[in-house]
């Protein structure tokens, strides 16, 4: 494999038909299929971005969003570093299903997932059901990380989108990563006294999981 | 002439200046002087004047000589260039006329040019129109002798010759018919007739091949069907002479759907396969259906061609679609899968209370189930392949051969085929995946995941209860072999149905279990700590309060707690093996791109689930290590400060031949190791030989800190240390070296003569321990160390820099 500094597993989910794979293809290919037809189990993408000078590698597992693959696609989510939730702003109901998605992420992900919400098909102009405003309301009472309007058609903020997730994550693992050296070096310089260390220790193991858990 | 003109201008120009001249000068003088003799410079003037005049003479007669020389040559040239001149024009002027006519001769050939390419293009007319009428004369004779054959052939039932009458018919150029329009009637008259008999002929000839198809389809003569199909696409009507056809073979498919779901509904022909009989059903279905099309194909493949082989594939689904509802629902109902589901999402989802699903499926019925999915996926995955197969060949033969449009440009050519393959790809897409069978099999497919995910949950679960330590010998218990061999066989079991998506959805499913459950399991265990005779006091009292026997409980705890160790060690080992075999396992399967990578990016999973359970394993040795190891290493160093360093030579002498403390100190040490060296997984050890490594270099780290040295003291300390870094090589190898290495810049500081020499080491080993492991010492630690050596002046120490 290549030299990457950090590897991100970033999750696609919503209703069928929000425009999930176009995103994505929009995003490692730059083309826009049309007349793209419903994804079929999960589909899944490489593509490599630059945040500041580090390179980062992301994984994009890109989910169907049919009834008949839920089970498939649950499972990704436990390991995910980022779910990207996905609605269709020229209808209503793909916007009405997102509090039972929410709830799938909340019961199978991890807790300190990054969550981001996007309103895709923004092209559509007057057919638009769901105002930006609403968007945000939702994204901002259920504690997304991150709310973005977008178009695979017109490339409107796709880019923008993955950047986002790339570089939130890597700020975040940069940080995770420093607090463990901080956590270690602690412990080896009071190691020589006994009681408090051993915490110290513990402490920086236990980081040290957590920081596995999400590199996973 | 010129030259008289110069010459008289000379003559009187010039002197008549000069006389003035000499006028304007002579004039005061003659005055105002007039006493005066002016003989003598009259007769002197008049001399030089006279000189003048003769020198004038002379000028002009070489003038008029030398103009007369010039003259006379002048001429001569004259003469001759205006001879050239002349000469010049009388060749211009044959020029002139050669000009004239070759332009006219010019003129001539474009005119002849003209005619000509005028004749040559109108002869080509002439030939296309030629051309154009033999095409005509030749489609008009052929509909002639068609319209004169047809009935005979239609009457005779000979419907090959018939069929083909009407195909050479129906591909007549239009032109043809329009002829029937104009002009003399006798002629325009047989070809009407022609014409008539013929599309009479044609309507009677498609209605007897279809009752005659319909009759043999009826009746099931294969034969004669395959005899008749064959003329549809001759009458161009394909698309009737297929629904014609496929009816027959929607039969043959109906018969074998219904014979096989009655073998099914009777129970199966074979007990022993009684639990995967749903599976067999559709395999024998398929196994029949590819035989069907395999037996059929070629005659249609002939004469319809490819795209039509697509879209008769089509009407055949529907009844194939059929079947599969039905099996689907037995299925369901016979193996309570729908109601199995609901429990299995309960249990894995936590949707109920554990004590609410006390219907909880038994593991090795939904094992059976789950292999029996993929069972039924396998074989339609390998129905699918067939169908591909079957197809694809078709299309890779069809397009180089192309329809031998060679003017056609390569590119519109390719452009041309890209589409017809991207639309094919869409129609083989619909078909494959968006048929009922194909729908229908991703949404078995997805149950199955679930099922094995539950199947997975409860094993392991089971497995952590009758976890036991098989020998006494062993150094782990069942566990380990156990979460392995499930993850192991549902992986594998999710490879073999076929699906890609199954495959990453079970292993995302399996490394969480690892994750929770087990890594759960085996945290709980180390985090209990070990147990030694240091902590035993409180152990027992809490073990005295639950009513245990006190030692029993003690040791119980400590063998637990290194049976967790061992296992997460011997786990993590396994679980990378798991992983490296599934990736050779995998590597000879011929996979589009997208799905290797999803199956390779998946396996890390596998991989990093280990690594968590190596870096619990370590923390466990870590706990170990400090309740057993630390402080015994701490009370042995203890004795080191108490030697003297301010040594003689001759202490050094006698301490060669008796060692004061090290080699008792490492005895000491070594007892420690080797009573748990057979208690732990090798990897666990090698983890508790480091941190003993670097325990003991931070020991005597410290104990020689409150030491004071001499240039002996050194020397004795510089052979401990050699003593140090023997025994742990020994032990540990040569990671253990590093591990010291801090320990060693000490020492080697401390072994020096003067503190130029010390700094010269010090640089030298920032120089050389760059971009190792080992941080160098700073320079106030630098100054500490030196500090040391009681006999270095404390002054010349606080200056280096």
Known sequence: ?216 | MPEPILHSKFLSGLPAGRKNGVRHGEKPEKVGEKQFDFTRKIRELRLELEIKKREEERIEKDIAIILEENTIDGGEQNRSFGLAVTRLNNHMLVVENSAKQLTSALKNISVLADTISGRVSALDVAKTRVVGCLQLAGDMRDLGVCAEGIDDAIRSEDFETASQHIHRFLTLDQAVFQIREFKQKDATDSIRHSYEVLSSAKERLSKILKSRLTESVQKGDVAEMQRFIKMFPLIHEPDEGLQRYSVFLNQKIDKLAEDNLAIMKAGGTDDNRRNVLYADTLFMFFEGVAEIIESNLPVLEHSYGLEKLLDFMFILQARIDEFFRRLHEEFDTRRRLSHFNRLVDDVIHQKKAAEAVEDAPDPMEIDAIASEICMMNTSAEMYWRFVSRRIGKNEVIRSPSGDGDDEENEEARQERHRLRKEAKEQKMDQLLNRSRVGTKMQELIGNYCLLEHFYMLKSVQKAIKSDVKEDAGGLTSSIVDDVVFIIRKSIRRAAGSGNVDSVCATINNATALIDTVVHGHLRQSIQQGYVTSSNFASEAFTAYQQGKPVKEAADAQKEQFLLALNNSAKLSELLIELQKGLITEWAGVKRPDVEKNKLEHSTTQIEESAKKLASLAKHGVEELFKSAFKNKIKQGADPYQEIDRQMTMQDVEYYEAHDPFMEQFLAQIDRLLVENEPLLFADNYQTLLLLTSSEIARQIEQSLAKCQFNRYGALQLDREYRQICAYLTNVAGWSAREKVGRLGQIVSLLNVETIDEAMEVWHNSKAMTSSATIRTLTLPEVRKVLALRADFPTVAIKSIE
């Open chain 1, 1 to 216: 494999m290549e030299d990457y500094k950090y590897l991100f597993k970033v999750v696609l989910v919503g209703n069928a038909g929000v425009g999930k794979t176009c995103l994505v293809r929009k995003f490692t290919q730059g083309i826009f299929p049309p007349g793209q037809s419903a994804t079929i189990g999960v589909d899944f993408m490489i593509k490599t971005v630059k945040v500041g000078n580090d390179k980062i590698k992301l994984q994009i597992w890109d989910t169907a969003g049919q009834e008949r693959f839920r089970s498939i696609t649950q499972s990704y989510y436990r390991s995910a570093h980022a779910i990207v939730l996905v609605y269709d702003v020229s209808c209503q109901p793909s916007f009405d299903c997102l509090p039972e998605w929410l709830g799938e992420i909340e019961s199978y992900a991890n807790r300190r997932v990054l969550k981001i919400l996007v309103g895709n098909k923004v092209d559509k102009g007057d057919e638009r059901e769901v105002p930006e405003r609403i968007g945000r309301d939702f994204s901002d009472v259920n504690q997304f990380d991150y709310f973005l309007e977008t178009s695979a058609l017109d490339a409107t903020n796709v880019d923008q989108l993955f950047e986002q997730v790339a570089t939130r994550l890597t700020n975040d693992m940069k940080l995770t990563d420093e607090r463990v050296h901080q956590f270690r070096a602690d412990a080896t310089n009071s190691s020589s006294s006994t009681g408090g260390p051993i915490k110290l220790i513990d402490r920086a193991q236990t980081q040290l999981n957590s920081c596995c858990t999400r590199q996973s």
